[in-house]
């Protein structure tokens, strides 16, 4: 099972912007050291200590504006983890430079870059670039199709609706031939069966919908997948709220509070009735002891028929260093054997 994390880069309230990096740094070095696989940086705009105040915008204070730029500087800190952008978002951005930086970053992290893309429903980083939000799907189409265009043509030019110029060499092209593996986020029902059918690899989360909800969508991607023809199996990984804690208590109370702040942020903002702590253990978080953690991940990546999971490790952006570094060890370690173990068992 593939076991990834978000790397939110939260900024913590009166500890400074300097703090932040150096935490994400410290985070990241632990993951690399103790067997996670996958590191995923958000990209975050205008979210400075006010941002979980509001209702619209970032949520999280964070200083992950320019994720590329700050995975350079992980992926300098590490030497086996893969290094994920979860996501970059490509309309606010002009293709050409996304191109370029990506594919110096597969240099630098030597070919371990994943490349996720998204457009973001944040529209106060629409507003704040100049972007119209109603342009943002054609924009982010149009964005790829350059980004390809320019990784796999020795020179490539493009007239478009939204992005135009001359034909270019781009120097260097991506050390991952023919490009890095571009994931897309999804998280509207209808954008499913469109994917599967681009064969694109997926990255899906259990906000706004159901396990057995996210299953139909999940079959419908793989049966459109197939339709279409596509070589190879159709690669999902699930984004979900995880936890460890020594044993089941501390693993649920540890991050209750922290948890709790987020979800009363989101129900502000999309005028739902907040669901209790316990709902949420039932249907959206994987919170818990080692043994609980492997049974949970065990039961839903086999039931959604996934690759793994990426694990939100710090939702609400509360939980002391410490706790999110221990929690990390536990994943990387007992909770991964656990499910291996529980997996050779019944195969």
Known sequence: ?????????????????????????????????????????????????????????????????????????LAARTSRIRIGI????????????????????????????????????????YGGFGVDFAESTARQEEALEIIKGLWTNETYGHRGRHYSFEPVNLVPRPLQQPHPPIWFAINRKEAFHHLGRMGYPILIGLRGMTVPQLKDCVDLYRSSWKAAGHEGAARVLLRA???????????????????????????????????SYAELLKDKLIYGGPRDVARRLS?????????????????GGRLPQATIEQSLTYLGTEVRDLVNKERLAYA
């Open 1 to 73: 099972m593939h076991i990834g994390i978000v790397m939110e880069c939260d900024l913590r309230p009166g500890r400074g912007e300097a703090a932040a990096f150096t935490e994400a740094f410290e985070i990241t070095e632990h993951a690399d050291r103790c067997g996670i696989d996958s590191l995923w940086m958000v990209e975050r705009h205008f979210a400075g200590e006010d941002a979980a105040k509001g209702t619209m915008g970032a949520g999280i204070p964070s200083v992950s504006s320019t994720p590329m730029v700050i995975a350079s500087a």
């Open 86 to 125: 979860g996501v970059s978002i490509l309309p606010l951005h002009n293709p050409v430079g996304i191109a370029e930086d990506a594919a110096a970053l597969d240099h630098i992290c030597g070919g371990r870059l994943e490349f996720g893309v998204g457009r973001s429903m944040d529209e106060k980083a």
């Open 241 to 275: 709220p995880i936890h460890v804690g020594r044993d089941t208590r501390s693993g649920q109370e540890e991050p209750r509070a922290s948890t709790m702040a987020a979800i009363e942020r989101q129900s502000r903002k999309y005028k739902v009735e907040m669901p």
């Open 299 to 315: 039961e839903i990546v086999d039931y959604l028929d996934v690759e793994g999971v990426i694990a939100e490790c710090n939702l």
